[in-house]
C-alpha cells in the first residue's frame, strides 16, 4: 500500500529552464510535506517543507505547492543547474516523524 | 556544526550474524529516527526514539530493535540477519517529536549480507 506516489521515475531538463518534480499521496491525515534530495553514497538532503496549512512555500530556487482536494504536491526549481542533477524524494508525516517517503525521480540537468 | 553522523560507513555480515549499527545526532536534537532504504525505493521508517522513549515503530520484524541513550546517540540492533537485510541504513534527527518537522539525515551504513 503506497501512501506515497512518485509517478515518474525520471526527468530531463535543460539548464536553465523549469524542473517540475510531482507527488501524489493518499492518506488524508498527513499534515507536513517535504523535499529531499540525495546523491550517490550520501543521505538524504532536506530541501523544502510545506505545512498542510499551506498551498505554497518558496525558498530561493525551490518551489513546492500543495493542492490538498487532489492530494498532490510539486516540487518546482527555477532555474535548473546542472548540480540539481540528483535523485528527489517527496515525503509525507502524520503528526510525529514517521516520514513516508515516495520511490524516487531521478533528475537530470543537461547542460 | 557538525551534522548527523552514522558509524560505520559501511559492513559486511553473513547470513544469522548480528549488527549493531550507531548514530550521532545533530547537537540539540533529542529525536532520533532509523530507516531503511534498499536499491530503487525510497527510505522507509524503523523506528523513532525521543528522549530515551520508542515514539513510534515500523513494519519491520521484532529482529530489529534499537535504543537511545541519555547523550541522545542511538545504536539499530539487527538479530539473525538474511540477505534481504542488505541495504543503506539511513538515521535521521529533528529537533521535536510530537509534530512532523523537518528530519537531517545521516550519511548512512551499507550493510551487505552474504
Known amino acids: 500500500d503506497q501512501q506515497v506516489k512518485q509517478n515518474s521515475p525520471s526527468l530531463s531538463v535543460q539548464e536553465g529552464r523549469i524542473s517540475i518534480l510531482n507527488c501524489d499521496y493518499t492518506?488524508?491525515?498527513?499534515?507536513?510535506f517535504l523535499w529531499y534530495k540525495k546523491y550517490p553514497a550520501e543521505g538524504p538532503t532536506f530541501l523544502i517543507s510545506?505545512?498542510?496549512?499551506?498551498d505554497k512555500n518558496e525558498d530561493g530556487r525551490f518551489t513546492v505547492f500543495l493542492n490538498k482536494s487532489a492530494k498532490h504536491l510539486s516540487l518546482h526549481i527555477v532555474p535548473s543547474q546542472p548540480g540539481d542533477s540528483a535523485v528527489y524524494f517527496c515525503a509525507a508525516g502524520e503528526y510525529g516523524n514517521k516520514l513516508v517517503f515516495g520511490a524516487g525521480t531521478i533528475l537530470r540537468v543537461k547542460s | 556544526d557538525a551534522g548527523v553522523t552514522q558509524s560505520p560507513t559501511h559492513l559486511i555480515k553473513t547470513r544469522g550474524q548480528h549488527v549493531t549499527l550507531r548514530c550521532s545526532p545533530i547537537?540539540?536534537?533529542?529525536?532520533v529516527s532509523w530507516y531503511q532504504q534498499v536499491l530503487g525505493q525510497g527510505p522507509q521508517f524503523i523506528f523513532q526514539?525521543?528522549?530515551?522513549?520508542?515514539?513510534g515503530r515500523g513494519n519491520f520484524p521484532d529482529r530489529f530493535s534499537a535504543r537511545q541513550f541519555p547523550n541522545y546517540s542511538s545504536e539499530l540492533n539487527v538479530n539473525a540477519l538474511l540477505l534481504g537485510d542488505s541495504a543503506l541504513y539511513l538515521c535521521?534527527?529533528?529537533?521535536?517529536?510530537?509534530?512532523?518537522?523537518?528530519?537531517?539525515f545521516g550519511p548512512g551504513t551499507r550493510l551487505t549480507v552474504l
Open positions: 526514539y525521543y528522549e530515551k522513549e520508542e515514539r
Open positions: 492518506n488524508s491525515m498527513f499534515d507536513y
Open positions: 510545506i505545512s498542510s496549512i499551506k
Open positions: 547537537s540539540g536534537h533529542k529525536s
Open positions: 535521521a534527527s529533528s529537533s521535536t517529536s510530537g509534530r512532523t518537522s523537518e528530519q537531517f
